[in-house]
């Protein structure tokens, strides 16, 4: 079981601002800025690699929540960005795919 599934069940804290039944958000621990949101399905899927056909509407769910949550935290009008790291080179650390929302401050390009 992932670490992100563990919060998904209520077994390790977070703080959680989003929730419906095909996915989870919620803060991250160590965030990078002044809103950083981790956006999850529920569904523990390693890496966007492992994705098939059948969660195609799945992963589009997913996208069509990210503004809902940017509104809801203030940052859809000036801008946010979205990453999902994915294996080494990108530095993906926990295999359940994440969305990374990042918000709050001006963002670098490119990202390093
Ligand atoms: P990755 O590096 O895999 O793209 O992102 C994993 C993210 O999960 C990191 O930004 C890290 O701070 C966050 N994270 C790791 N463990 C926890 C945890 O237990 N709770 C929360 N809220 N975030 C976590």
Request: net charge neutral; charged share 20%; glycine share 8%.
């Amino acid at each position: 079981m992932s670490l992100f599934t563990k919060i998904i069940n209520r077994e390790i804290p977070a703080q959680i601002v989003f929730e419906d039944e095909k996915c989870l958000a919620f803060r991250d621990i160590n965030p990078q800025a002044p809103t950083h949101i981790l956006l999850i399905p529920k569904k523990e899927i390693a890496s966007l690699n492992e994705l098939t056909e059948q969660d195609a509407g799945l992963m589009g769910h997913l996208m069509i929540v990210i503004p809902k949550i940017a509104k809801q935290e203030g940052i859809d009008e000036r801008g946010y960005r979205v990453a999902i790291n994915t294996n080494a080179h990108a530095g993906q650390t926990v295999p359940h795919i994440h969305l990374h929302i990042l918000g709050g401050r001006p963002m670098q390009w490119p990202p390093g």
